[in-house]
């Protein structure tokens, strides 16, 4: 999905109070779940939307075809639909829909709806569009009866019924949104970004921008009634507010917290901080241009990495090494053997450049025999972003010692992504979590020739690597595609576009009244199985 805004290392906090005997009766607000949140979302039309901050609430306000259930982030369930069937080809998929789902207004959850919201995402060619446009047109979805529709794929996808499961794909009420204004082509429903048409568990109450955003209880919910009556967020951008409020008790649940954060969290009485895996993944993009065009550059650089200090002083061991694209734990995933993967080593950044003809002037900084000056290149940090900042002055300090000079330059966070993608800087760290759990959503996001430039700035183009990304899409055979996955991954370890520096963990403090939470690596925070209970 979605870039982190520390994507890098967005932590969900939960913070847990001990309670003394009898402190059932001082759990604040019961039927009440208040969190504090870094920011709030931009929009909550599942068209438009593509961030976690508005995919949480999307989540809990709509529903989709299918879901994942609990933890478990491989095997899809029944959602909207009660039933499915696959064509032997691959290509046609039939929903069988149950007939108790409403939309918020009372009206029936038809397949006539799943048609119009597929089409109306396709239609309004928004950030998230893509992930339906890849495998369908506006031809693909046919309404086979009030209950039954059938999506014939422009081709066979194996991670069809994932995408399926994305917040994107959420269904709204066709006569809501065509009662404020409808689907214009190519454009944003403004009315949609700010209110909602859904059949979720729960239903927009109130929205006061730069506040709060206060959902309640759809009390005619097809899966039963959500234990809590109400859910409101709250902004809070300063982490020490959000913090204030946990140990305070006056907030349930925050979001938001960098891992340099968590030791302000652990003093705290009666807390615990509990580390999920995950799948999202932290990265240096390396600008394929100017010194780092040449790859043995590139692959002195990642030698010059310090990646378990990194792990335990910046991200408080709360990551583990990232060896590719891939992360640990999903289909496709392939581990870099020891004796190849990428390293602290300076002695070895130093023999790949002085093979490579960088030489080092008097002052032990090395020269760039393309163009006769200093090898050198910069990296963009956002302000106030204080993990970035100390990964980049680490990284700085080693790369020195190869003769290296890194520039940091602190940019605001609006600017930060199109100063890479105009070409005005070299480097930027960021981060990766899914939008469905495919390895195609990963790869073809990093390392196809068209979204490295497009998405983040970078020149790297090999049309080997586009070659076989297109071959493991749209593969069917497991077996084959995981071996794809592994070319892909030796390839781009090869070529080092990026520096993988490591697979973060979810990690979640709660309060001890907070009941029924779990995490999903690939799913916003499900607010329909979650109490507040002193027991």
């Known amino acids: 999905m979605k870039m982190r805004r520390w994507k890098g290392f967005s932590l ?40 976690a901050r508005g995919w949480i609430f999307i989540r809990n306000l709509y529903d989709r075809l299918v879901q994942y259930k609990g933890e478990d982030a491989t095997t899809l369930h029944p959602m909207l639909a009660e039933s499915w069937e696959v064509s032997s080809d691959g290509l046609v998929y039939t929903f069988y829909l149950r007939k108790d789902a409403k939309f918020h207004d009372g009206t029936p959850v038809t397949a006539q709806a799943v048609k119009y919201s597929f089409d109306r995402v396709l239609k309004m060619n928004q950030p998230p569009s893509w992930m339906l446009s890849q495998m369908m047109d506006l031809n693909s979805t046919k309404v086979i009866d009030d209950y039954t529709v059938q999506i014939t794929l422009t081709k066979p996808y194996a991670a069809a019924l994932a995408v399926f499961a994305t917040m994107t794909a959420s269904i709204v009420n066709p006569a ?10 190519n454009q944003e429903n403004e009315w949609m970004n700010m209110h909602e048409a859904g059949s979720g568990p729960f239903k927009l109450k109130e929205w006061i921008p730069g506040e709060r955003i206060v ?25 020490g507010t959000r913090i204030m409020l946990l140990k305070k008790g006056d907030a349930d649940i925050a979001t938001g917290f960098p891992a340099v954060n968590i030791p302000d969290i652990l003093g705290a009485e009666g807390v615990v901080v509990a580390p999920y895996p995950s799948f999202d993944i932290d990265f240096i993009v ?20 310090p990646y378990e200090t990194v792990i335990k002083f910046v991200y408080q061991g709360y990551a583990q090494r990232l060896t590719g694209v891939i992360p640990k734990g999903m289909f496709g995933y392939y581990e870099i053997p020891e004796d190849m993967r990428y390293k602290l080593d300076l002695n070895k950044a130093n023999q790949i450049l002085d093979k490579a003809g960088y030489t080092k002037g008097p002052d032990g900084m090395r020269i760039d025999p393309n163009t006769g000056k200093e090898l050198s290149a910069e990296i963009l940090v956002p302000e106030g972003d204080e993990v970035r900042a100390q990964i980049s002055l680490l990284w700085q300090n080693y790369l020195k010692k190869i003769g290296f000079n890194l520039k940091i330059r602190t ?23 899914p939008d469905y759990a495919d390895p195609d959503n990963y790869v073809d996001a990093m390392l196809r020739s068209s979204n490295a430039s497009a998405i983040w700035g970078s020149d790297y183009n090999n049309p080997k690597m586009d070659e076989l990304i297109e071959k493991a ?8 595609r995981a071996e794809l996955y592994k070319q892909i991954q030796l390839l781009c370890h090869e070529d080092a576009p990026y520096i993988w520096i490591a697979q973060t963990k979810q990690i979640s403090v709660h309060r001890s009244w907070v009941k029924g939470y779990y995490y999903n690596p690939v799913q916003p925070m499900d607010w329909f199985t979650i109490y507040k209970s002193a027991e």
């Open 215 to 239: 959902v309640e209880r759809f009390d005619d919910y097809w899966g039963g009634r959500a234990k809590l009556k109400r859910v409101d967020v709250r902004f809070y951008p300063e982490i």
């Open 286 to 305: 390396l600008g394929c241009r100017g010194a780092l065009a040449d790859k043995r550059v590139r692959q002195a650089v990642s030698y010059a990495f």
């Open 411 to 433: 940019v605001t966070w609006a600017v930060m992504y199109q100063i890479m993608r105009n070409r005005e800087s070299d480097m930027l760290i960021s981060g990766w979590l």
């Open 176 to 185: 809501v949104v065509e009662a404020h204004g409808g689907v214009v082509e």
């Open 473 to 480: 899409k749209w593969e069917t055979d497991p077996q084959k």
């Open 12 to 51: 969900l906090l939960l913070v847990l109070w001990a309670f003394p005997i009898f402190a059932q009766e001082s759990v604040p607000n019961p039927d009440t779940l208040v969190i504090v949140a870094y920011g709030e979302p931009a929009e909550l039309d599942p068209a438009t939307s593509y961030s």
